[in-house]
């Protein structure tokens, strides 16, 4: 997955299961603040990837990322686990959310990726 994809489902994992808004997200890997907003509205996400300049988000399980012109599916398993699909790379992940942090496991690169919001 692309690191601005992979921040974005960090984000909008993060939102979802807070309940609440993420104004942006830390990259442990990257040692850097991601600066991404996700609103949230129950299932439906809608956000901003400050860095590329685009849209992503829609109604879980299905969004799309308006930067790289694929959908993008985030599937709430419960108890802050989530299944997805990125479509531009054609490659599964997972993510785990506690709190205010998220583990992306991206099975494109065989890698954990921590964010915080």
Do not use: W
């Amino acid at each position: 997955m692309k690191p601005n994809v992979r921040a974005a489902v960090a984000a909008m994992a993060i939102g979802h299961n807070k309940g609440s808004d993420v104004s942006s997200v830390y990259d442990y890997r990257l040692s850097r603040f991601v600066k991404v907003s996700v609103s949230v509205s129950g299932d439906k996400l809608d956000g901003y990837d400050y860095e590329e300049r685009c849209h992503f988000g829609g109604t879980l399980p299905n969004a799309y990322h308006y930067g790289t012109r694929s959908h993008i599916e985030l599937r709430s398993k419960g108890d802050g686990k989530y299944s997805g699909y990125d479509y531009d790379q054609k490659k599964h992940f997972e993510v785990t959310v506690r709190g205010s942090n998220a583990d992306v496991y991206d099975y494109a690169e065989s890698s954990h990726f921590s964010y915080s919001a």
